[in-house]
């Protein structure tokens, strides 16, 4: 009959007592300094590790630490035990690689489809006080940093932000928003704040040849807005911190992130081509040739390919989206 050395412990004090344990019937049997007997059904037993001797646990957590590994497997082979499929994986280099593929093709899936919608849901249930707690140090942020007040005069801004007031949104529930005008260190740029603030700079509009295209740059930020891509960005980049904003209304670490964010503001191809669409929707639906609006992306290619581009390009022309805008005329 089989035995199998090792240490028993009782569970309740830190003694060790010297024991053997053997199988009959389907009945754990230890003996030596201590004895008892348990179905093997009630038993765990741990799985198995290169420098850590394997234990048998019974009901009332006392344990058996295995002292003959040799011995021990042997039993378990007599016995008709089989490791967990998950124990047999690791034993396996098929399974250990398959286990790699699949975990890389979880992580992928899920950087790809779950945190866009989970990012997307999250941004459309923040309570309305986050983003503009967000919007606040944003634009504090890039006062200190980026921004310089708008030497635009008071009539100028008044006149641009009228124009712009009176256009028709392409459809309903167009967001709310605010035209804030600032010069800019780094050249010609417009972009959307969570809460509404579109941010236009003193040398996008003297860019502009005119201002139906000044117009659909502020349509291009209004489409962003519609679809809070901004929000969405900031939640996938923090989306540890989204939850907790989301479940306690802490926006600290969504704040902390700003700063990176900002200064790799490209949206994905997608949110352009939905800003782009809204902008040529809403372009169409006051009569205003789109001809501006491709004339304006031309006008940013061309600033972009000197030697100030600038790094808050929320919205980098290129000929693709160019084409686009022209075949919609």
């Known amino acids: 009959m089989m035995e199998v050395a090792g240490l028993y412990f009782d569970g309740r ?14 009945v754990a049997q230890l003996s030596g300094e201590a004895t008892r007997s348990c179905p093997l059904d009630q038993l765990h037993v741990s799985e198995p590790a290169r420098h850590i001797g394997r234990k048998i646990t019974f009901p009332d957590e006392a344990y058996f630490e295995v002292q003959d590994a040799a011995a021990f497997d042997a039993l378990l082979q007599q016995t008709g035990y089989r490791d967990s499929s998950v124990v047999q994986m690791q034993r396996s280099w098929r399974g250990i690689l398959f286990g790699v593929i699949a975990t890389i093709l979880v992580l992928v899936l899920g950087y790809l489809y779950v945190l866009p919608c989970a990012a997307d849901a999250i941004a459309r249930h923040l309570p309305a006080g986050v983003e503009r707690t967000i919007s606040k140090g944003t634009l504090e942020f890039l006062d200190r940093h980026m921004l310089k007040p708008s030497r635009l005069p008071d009539a100028r801004q008044a006149e641009i ?12 529930g167009a967001p709310a928003y605010e035209i804030v005008f600032r010069s800019s260190r780094i050249g ?4 959307a704040l969570p809460s509404g603030q579109i941010v236009l700079t003193d040398e996008l509009v003297k860019l502009m040849d005119n201002d139906d295209e000044i117009m659909s740059v502020l349509a291009h930020e209004l489409g962003h807005l519609h679809e809070r891509h901004l929000m969405r960005r900031l939640v996938q980049s923090s989306a540890v911190g989204a939850v907790v904003t989301l479940l306690f209304g802490d926006v600290s670490a969504v704040i902390a992130n700003i700063p990176t964010v900002l200064l790799d503001m490209k949206y994905s191809r997608d949110a352009e081509r939905d800003a782009d669409d809204y902008a040529i929707a809403m372009m169409k639906a006051n009569g205003i040739p789109l001809s501006h609006m491709a004339d304006a992306f031309e006008q940013l290619k061309r600033k972009e390919g000197g030697t100030a581009a600038p790094y808050l390009s929320t919205h980098p022309p290129t000929a693709e989206r160019i084409a686009h805008i022209r075949q919609s005329e």
């Open 161 to 172: 932000a009228e124009h712009f007031r009176n256009l028709v949104p392409p459809q309903a």
């Open 188 to 191: 010609p740029n417009a972009f």
């Open 13 to 26: 004090t830190s003694r060790a007592h010297r024991a053997s344990l053997r199988v009959e019937a389907g």
